[in-house]
Nanobody
Framework: QVQLVESGGSLVQAGGSLRLSCAASGSIFNIYSMNWFRQAPGKQRELVAGITTGSSTNYAANVRGRFTISRDNAKNTVYLQMNSLKPEDTAVYYC???????????WGQGTQVTVSS
């Protein structure tokens, strides 16, 4: 039914930029938000950025000002523009859709972002 496919992860030098995409397919009812999480080896998965159906955005403090989340409803796609990348941004980035009534989550397979020094 529902599938989220991330793309855009790559190896990039510190200070560089990447744009991640997440395309959603299938029927998802009562979407509340679309989000980007990331997980580095040995670390917990953390919320990086989110955008609600009302287009309110939320960013982790350590990416605010560098990352921008956006969506294209017509294409059913959410993006994460990442600028001024740092080595500590290295992680697998996961797309997430949060739906409500009942609460449920959908996840993509992840895309690797590696920032070299």
């Amino acid at each position: 039914q529902v599938q989220l496919v991330e793309s855009g992860g790559s190896l990039v030098q510190a200070g560089g930029s990447l744009r991640l995409s997440c395309a959603a397919s299938g029927s998802i009812f009562n979407i509340y938000s679309m989000n980007w999480f990331r997980q580095a080896p040995g670390k917990q998965r953390e919320l990086v950025a989110g955008i609600t159906t009302g287009s309110s955005t939320n960013y982790a403090a350590n990416v605010r000002g560098r990352f921008t989340i956006s969506r294209d409803n017509a294409k059913n796609t959410v993006y994460l523009q990442m600028n001024s990348l740092k080595p500590e941004d290295t992680a697998v980035y996961y797309c997430n859709v949060r739906a409500s009534s009942p609460t449920r989550d959908y996840w993509g397979q992840g895309t690797q972002v590696t920032v070299s020094s």
